[in-house]
């Protein structure tokens, strides 16, 4: 197992069940995140009524746990203007069901992912290329907390570069 999985994944199990429990200290730290060497630290954001946002900041080739609940609709929000190119792979499609919703955020045309899960305890692994990059995202459902919103910081990015030219 990458050892940069590993890590990132326990910081975001950490930060995400701990979410409720430090409620201050996510709406003190809401859309903040930060990247420390290999280490990639997401921030939860509380939007009130109960819904949890998670941000992770964006790296090439690392793998983002994303929490379902049976039932409840998860959606992964896209860069403003990042198309995706190709149909959205699931490694397990049972139990899930994914589609793509074109919006309008803030007068830019937008992609969300949207994820619901039929059942507990289904995992599967998602792939999302675009024209810009490619996410990939370990999907786990789970009855109570779960993520409502999953955005992304694009810290390291200085330009749009098309994901075929970082290839």
């Known amino acids: ?4 999985y590993s890590v990132s994944a ?3 199990v950490f930060i995400f069940s701990a979410f409720s429990a430090l409620s201050t200290y996510a709406n003190d730290s809401a859309g903040k995140a930060r ?3 290999d280490v990639h630290v997401a921030a939860a954001e509380s939007m009130g009524d109960d819904c949890e946002v998670m941000h992770y900041d964006y790296a090439d080739q690392m793998y983002y746990d994303v929490y379902t609940a049976p039932g409840s609709e998860t959606v992964i929000q ?3 203007g990042e198309r995706i190119v190709q149909p959205v792979y699931l490694q397990s499609p049972e139990n899930w069901d994914v589609s793509v919703k074109d919006v309008q955020q803030d007068g830019q045309f937008c992609q969300h992912v949207a994820v619901t899960c039929s059942e507990c305890a289904s995992r599967s692994i998602m792939e999302i290329a675009t024209d810009r990059r490619s996410y990939i995202i370990d999907l786990n459902s789970f009855e109570g907390s779960y993520m409502q919103v999953v955005k992304w910081n694009y810290l390291h990015e200085t330009s749009h570069q098309t994901y075929a030219e970082n290839r």
Do not use: I, Q, R, T
């Open 10 to 12: 326990m910081v975001a």
């Open 78 to 80: 896209l860069e403003p």
């Open 35 to 37: 990247y420390d060497g």
């Open 1 to 4: 197992m990458n050892s940069k």
